[in-house]
């Protein structure tokens, strides 16, 4: 098990934003972590990777506990996070975002092996001819792909994705897909928040499901889908879940869906 | 990434190597004096820099460190005829470990409230020396004539203080290079950027933060106390000039935040804009005034500065213009 998270609760005030999360996540694996909106899928994150500490419940990467540790000692042990909300330096290069990962990642590598780090993983991303232009002057796209080449240059074990397919057109969540499939294959274990269904049913081997705060259900991405709890609390309708699992080209899909 | 293949290291330092050095060549004392001030505005600029630029903390209280830790090297020249290269070390790590301590509580304050700290800081540092027996307290410290004759006389420790200046600009501004340039140096933009996002990508923020804190004071001090020396004597009221801080703060915006050239040409023109100012009987009274005038303007029209805004305009010139 390379991250195991067990009984975690936090509390924001009168909210109980996660309640008693336990969960397991195995090498090599992708986790999809789905729920509907105000499920605690994000706090969770902040929990594991320490921008909070939890009320309760222990956080242990590769059987070592990490609870409470802030961030940068998180992240220095092969935990790297892109986030939900595109947090580029606008300021700096492109190549200077992805070479701060590489430095202060889990290889704390130098600066001139930071910069070829760099280099590579801004080839593997697609973003090798903006590498000397600022950050800032990236679309969202682009951005998003900055984000997951930080989190990749620092050589992480594990690789928490909150919802880097948000906002990309279908050709480029193919593309998407495509590339985390290959960081996997690489060895990389990643657990991604996700809301453009189809495609986190496509792409994890395991998913679990959070709806207000509490871990409502698990299972293969088949198994989730025909789950009548999650049907109710998440899906609303029976035939939403078909059409997660078939595609917007199924019959099931109501024609609200179709095209999302 | 050799700095000494690099333009944008030789530049700035070329600039100050000649403009500091005319004064050494023709060994005129009014030039030497003029340019002194000059100096010691590039030098507490480009310090100031590494915190302001650099990590992105605004710092009102740049000048404690040059106060402090001048009046720390001068007490052991005037009280203990200490001689003014180890008093002036002494002076710079006085103010050094001074930034460790304070960095550990004020850094951990972000934006406007880090600087309304600051500046407590500076009256507190002002308030403490008033009443501090071993420096004076509000009369300060001077020193005896007799001092200079380990110099050789006057003239000879003046232009003694002159070289030792123009040292430690040249070493400012290359540990001002050097740090832009280092793994170090990306991991306080990146806190400049964003610092929850540094944070999660693995900079230890509060060690990065109170490290910049540190270089950026060490320098301060050492100025100081060459400063009060050329001066002879120095007590509070000279020492933790508030204005003094935000003038440089204002050299900085002027010349391009974040950059290594722009602190050197932003401190040579305000001082040299400044001179004008005080010597012409319009001006003289309102030269404060003007200093706010350009922070405004500047904020509004070119935040980024001369060399931001040059670097911004002709790409070209990046390898130039650091």
């Known amino acids: 098990m390379i991250l195991q998270v067990e009984n975690v609760s936090k509390r924001f005030g009168g909210l109980q934003a996660l309640q008693d999360v336990s969960f397991e996540l195995p090498e090599g694996q992708i986790l999809g972590l789905i729920g509907p909106n105000g499920a605690g899928k994000t706090t969770m994150f902040n ?39 595109v947090r580029p330096l606008n300021e700096l290069t ?45 679309n969202v796209a682009q951005k998003k792909r900055l984000e997951l080449a930080r989190a990749l240059a620092s050589h992480p074990y594990l690789l928490l994705l909150d919802e880097v397919l948000a906002g990309l057109n279908p050709t480029e969540v193919a593309a998407m897909l495509d590339l985390l499939r290959r960081i996997r294959d690489e060895g990389v274990t990643i657990l991604m928040i996700e809301h453009v269904m189809q495609a986190v049913m496509n792409i994890s081997d395991y998913v679990i499901v959070l709806d207000y705060g509490k871990k409502i259900a698990e299972g293969t991405p088949q198994e989730v889908a025909n789950d009548p709890r999650v049907i109710e609390a998440y899906l609303g309708d029976p035939k939403l879940a078909r059409c997660l699992l078939e595609g917007e080209e199924s019959d099931a899909c109501p024609p609200s869906e179709k095209g999302v | ?76 020249i005037s009280r203990h005829g200490w001689h003014l290269v180890p008093a002036a070390l002494v002076g710079g790590l006085t103010s050094a470990l001074l930034a460790a301590l304070l960095g550990l509580a004020v850094l951990r304050l972000r934006g406007a409230y880090f600087a309304l700290a600051t500046i407590g800081i500076n009256e507190a540092a002002r308030a403490f020396v008033n009443n501090f027996r071993p420096f004076g307290g509000p009369t300060g410290l001077f020193v005896n004539f007799a001092i200079y004759r380990e110099y050789g006389g ?35 933009l990146a806190i400049r950027e964003d610092e929850d996002a540094a944070m999660v990508m693995g900079v230890r923020t509060p060690r990065a933060k109170t490290i910049a804190y540190v270089i950026s004071a060490f320098f301060p001090g050492i100025i100081g106390t ?57 001006f003289k009274s309102l030269h404060l005034a003007f200093a706010g005038l350009a922070l405004l303007l500047i904020v509004l029209f070119i935040p980024a500065g001369l060399v931001g805004w040059l670097r911004r305009r002709f790409p070209v010139l990046r390898r130039w213009l650091e």
């Open chain 2, 154 to 188: 006057a003239p000879q420790a003046l232009w003694l203080t002159y070289t030792l200046l123009l040292i430690t600009t040249l070493v400012a501004v290359a540990v001002s290079y050097t740090v832009k340039n280092s793994r170090f140096g990306l991991g306080l």
């Open chain 2, 1 to 76: 990434m050799k700095p000494w293949r690099q333009p944008g290291f030789w530049i700035p330092l070329l600039l100050i190597l000649v403009g500091g050095g005319v004064a050494l060549v023709v060994r005129k004392d009014t030039l030497r004096e003029m340019t002194f001030t000059l100096l010691m505005y590039v030098a507490l600029a480009s310090s100031l820099n590494i915190l302001m630029g650099y990590t992105g903390y605004v710092n009102f209280g740049h000048i404690v460190f040059f106060g402090l830790g001048g009046y720390t090297g001068f007490y052991f």
């Open chain 1, 94 to 138: 492109v190549r200077q975002n992805v070479m701060v990962g590489a430095c202060y990642g889990r290889k704390g590598l130098s600066y001139a092996a930071a910069a070829r780090v760099a280099d590579q993983v801004l080839e593997r991303v697609g973003l090798a001819e903006r590498a000397d232009q600022l950050a800032g002057s990236l």
């Open chain 2, 226 to 282: 060459l400063f009060f020396f050329k001066n002879g004597n120095v007590e509070p009221g000279d020492a933790f000039r508030l204005h003094m801080s935000i003038e440089v703060l204002v050299m900085i915006m002027l010349g391009g935040n974040g950059t290594i050239l722009g602190p050197v040409l932003g401190a040579a023109a305000y001082e040299r804009l400044r001179g004008y100012l005080l010597t012409s009987p319009l």
């Open chain 1, 47 to 85: 929990v594991i990777n320490g921008v909070y500490p939890p009320e309760s419940g222990r956080v242990i990467f590769r059987g070592e506990e990490i609870t409470g540790l802030p961030p940068y000692e998180v992240a220095r042990r092969g935990l790297a996070r892109a986030h939900q909300i």
